[in-house]
T-cell receptor
Framework: EAAVTQSPRNKVTVTGGNVTLSCRQT?????MYWYRQDTGHGLRLIHY???????QIGDVPDGYKATRTTQEDFFLLLELASPSQTSLYFC?????????????FGSGTRLTVL | GDSVTQTEGQVALSEEDFLTIHCNYS??????LFWYVQYPGEGPQFLFR?????EKGSSRGFEATYDKGTTSFHLRKASVQESDSAVYYC???????????FGAGTRLKVIA
């Protein structure tokens, strides 16, 4: 069973604060993703990566940085957090192959920016 | 760009009712189509997929048929249970391109 672990589960910060969300997958998947989930918008892709040291820009990247340090670890960085970044964040991984592959999601990090 | 539209934002049913959640897509190519389900406090999880026209995907009593003509992939279940209460996401993705496009989600509440 694929395993994606996110930490912390909940985070509260203030406007202008510095936040790092962590994600680790133990599935040997090459692809990892960061999504945000907001009511009425569903899941929106922030950044993704296809391997250590690689970073690809998603659909809503403004205000976010990401870094993939190893195959297992993918971090999302908010260097100057704003209230508009209050959201539920999900990390996901997928297995490379010749067809569009299933995403495996973590349990999410709820971020509140005051 | 590509998009996925789920018509219903919320659906409320009684146990043993028939479920339909509508999903229509707009795509420049020939994507695979997916349904994901998200239970409270959890991340979305894969339900099933279909990769070509007229293919039916199914799992746990849910099913959907890829219809290229009507650009649809509607989710159906003959008899829902309270445990089916969750948010359901329709999505598309292309072979060789790992970016998914998700619909806005449909929240299903089943009353016992």
């Amino acid at each position: 069973e694929a395993a994606v672990t996110q930490s912390p589960r909940n985070k509260v910060t203030v406007t202008g604060g510095n936040v790092t969300l962590s994600c680790r997958q133990t599935n040997s998947h090459n692809y990892m993703y960061w999504y945000r989930q907001d009511t009425g918008h569903g899941l929106r892709l922030i950044h993704y990566s296809y391997g250590a040291g690689n970073l690809q820009i998603g659909d809503v990247p403004d205000g976010y940085k990401a870094t993939r340090t190893t195959q297992e670890d993918f971090f999302l960085l908010l260097e100057l957090a704003s209230p508009s970044q209050t959201s539920l964040y999900f990390c996901a991984s997928s297995d490379p192959g010749s067809s569009a592959e299933t995403l495996y999601f973590g349990s999410g990090t709820r971020l509140t920016v005051l | 760009g590509d998009s996925v539209t789920q018509t219903e934002g919320q659906v409320a049913l009684s146990e043993e009712d028939f479920l339909t959640i509508h999903c229509n897509y707009s795509a420049s190519g020939y994507p695979a189509l997916f349904w994901y389900v998200q239970y409270p406090g959890e991340g979305p999880q894969f339900l099933f997929r279909a990769s070509r026209d007229k293919e039916k995907g199914s799992s746990r009593g849910f099913e959907a048929t890829y219809d290229k003509g009507t650009t649809s992939f509607h989710l159906r279940k003959a008899s829902v249970q309270e445990s089916d209460s969750a948010v359901y996401y329709c999505a598309l993705a292309y072979t060789g391109n790992y970016k998914y496009v998700f619909g806005a989600g449909t929240r299903l509440k089943v009353i016992a």
